[in-house]
């Protein structure tokens, strides 16, 4: 059994340690309370267990743990800094913090695994059905609440530029090559501002399960994702107008049906 009041204060207590006032670090509270809420609305919608979701709701709270260092080091959330999901795998598991949040060692395994593979790039394959769940489930709850984020938080917070200067930007071939390919960008493929807006979208086609497949549309999350931007760029425009249509197309051969696009 998961004390969530216990691991809640735990991870209040974790957080002391940082500047909440800081941009980024109330962004990444707010974001593991979100993915939390979306780890729990999955698992309703795929009717789960309750020691199930109870397990989704604690890896949520922990998967960016490392994340808060990494802003305290770098004040950046670029890899190349520091790999996030390793150091909070080093700190839950290798400094034994996790104690602090569950007592039950039950689950370390399925915590750790689904924690440590939540950012890869692709998901390999994993033999132990429920922890393959769990790893897949984190990710698709991490970039629900990734999208929240992308309309609600400053862009000049997330990319260091404004709308505007985003908007003028290009994107890269190779960048659209490969989101035509139906492929997720890596991270250190990405060149211009352009290419991270782009990146965010491209990682729809990572996404798990139907029940959170159902979640993007209904909340209409790839039109309002692309079209925060003011496309000042006629050639960045138009790119993101056909990406538009050609994901809700891979989309609706999934069995999502997202009507038509406007531009």
């Known amino acids: 059994m998961i004390d969530f009041k216990k691991a809640h ?9 940082y500047n909440r006032k800081d941009d980024k670090i109330r962004l ?17 919608r795929m009717k789960l267990s309750s020691q199930d979701t109870d397990l989704a709701k604690i890896i949520a709270l ?25 150091y909070g795998v080093q700190i839950l598991f290798e400094e034994g913090m996790i104690r602090q949040f569950i007592e039950d060692p039950s689950w370390d395994s399925v915590i750790r695994t689904a924690i440590a593979l939540h950012s890869d790039y692709i998901l390999r394959s ?6 393959q769940l769990h790893a897949k489930l984190i990710r698709d709850a991490d970039k629900l609440d990734n999208c929240r984020v992308k309309l609600e ?18 994107i890269s071939p190779h960048i659209a090559d490969a989101f035509f390919h139906n492929q997720c960008i ?27 497949r159902d979640i993007i549309h209904e909340k209409n999350y790839i039109s309002r994702i692309i079209h925060r931007i003011p496309y000042e760029n006629p050639e960045t425009k138009t790119h993101m107008k056909q990406m538009e249509i050609h994901l809700k197309r891979y989309f609706g051969n999934l069995g999502t049906n997202f009507g038509t696009c406007s531009f």
């Open 28 to 44: 990444k509270i707010i974001h593991t309370y979100g993915v939390m809420t979306y780890s729990e609305e999955i698992s309703r």
């Open 62 to 86: 922990l998967h960016d743990i490392g994340r808060f260092e990494q802003l305290k080091r770098f004040d950046s959330f670029q890899p190349d800094t520091m790999d996030h999901a390793a």
């Open 126 to 131: 994993i033999p132990h059905p429920q922890t």
């Open 186 to 212: 890596e991270s250190s493929q990405r060149v211009t501002p352009m290419d991270y807006w782009v990146s965010y979208i491209a990682y729809f086609y990572d996404i798990n399960f139907q029940a959170s």
């Open 9 to 17: 204060q735990a991870f209040e207590t974790y957080l002391d340690s």
């Open 153 to 170: 938080e400053p862009i000049e917070t997330l990319l260091g530029i404004s709308p505007k200067e985003l908007g003028h930007s290009q």
